[in-house]
T-cell receptor, first 113, second 109 residues
């Protein structure tokens, strides 16, 4: 049982490049989330999706976009990467939004130079 | 604004007991989570409290006082593998999770 799979696990890219972080879950969870984690700060929500076909903005959505074409996949795209987007990105899912336990992927470490 | 406060770092001895505190000021309250995160890994669920009182789960217990905006995580019989960061998160009135910065727990032999 894989749970949540993220790819790539690590990536270095030049500023201005486009990048998509992939996230797939096999638990048939309705809600999915993208967080970034930076040293000294709590997890910050970038975008979320409560169900397939819907998405919403979190606390720090600028510079990022998401799509939810089906239940399993929730890719995060950086249209034009900037150094401040250097971070560890976690994808997560829960059976339902709100008070449900979150299941996290292993994270994607992104460095923008 | 919304705020979750936790100590940045704590040190404890193997076999001892440690209490990690979390205080919160949020717009509404619909529950509080504790997650464990080992270095370089993903957070994993430890506990969820929505009513006042103590929830015990093996060596770990979590306490909540909604009137005081306060929770703690109690770890007993500490083991070296308990060295990790412990994240407190509150579900606000919009059912969004507000996260604390986490408490790094260092266990010494």
């Amino acid at each position: 049982i894989a749970g949540i799979t993220q790819a790539p696990t690590s990536q270095i890219l030049a500023a201005g490049r486009r990048m998509t972080l992939r996230c797939t879950q096999d638990m048939r969870h309705n809600a999915m989330y993208w967080y970034r984690q930076d040293l000294g700060l709590g997890l910050r929500l970038i975008h979320y999706s409560n169900t397939a076909g819907t998405t919403g903005k979190g606390e720090v959505p600028d510079g990022y976009s998401v799509s939810r074409a089906n239940t399993d996949d929730f890719p995060l795209t950086l249209a034009s990467a900037v150094p401040s987007q250097t971070s560890v990105y976690f994808c997560a899912s829960s059976e339902s939004g709100g008070t449900g336990e979150l299941f996290f992927g292993e994270g994607s470490r992104l460095t923008v130079l | 604004g919304q705020n979750i406060d936790q100590p940045t770092e704590m040190t404890a001895t193997e076999g001892a007991i440690v209490q990690i505190n979390c205080t919160y000021q949020t717009s509404g309250f619909n529950g509080l989570f504790w997650y464990q995160q080992h270095a370089g890994e993903a957070p994993t669920f430890l506990s969820y409290n929505v009513l006042d009182g103590l929830e015990e789960k093996g060596r770990f217990s979590s306490f909540l006082s909604r009137s005081k905006g306060y929770s703690y995580l109690l770890l007993k019989e500490l083991q070296m593998k308990d060295s990790a960061s412990y994240l407190c998160a509150v579900v606000d009135s919009n059912y969004q999770l507000i996260w604390g910065a986490g408490t790094k727990l260092i266990i010494k032999p």
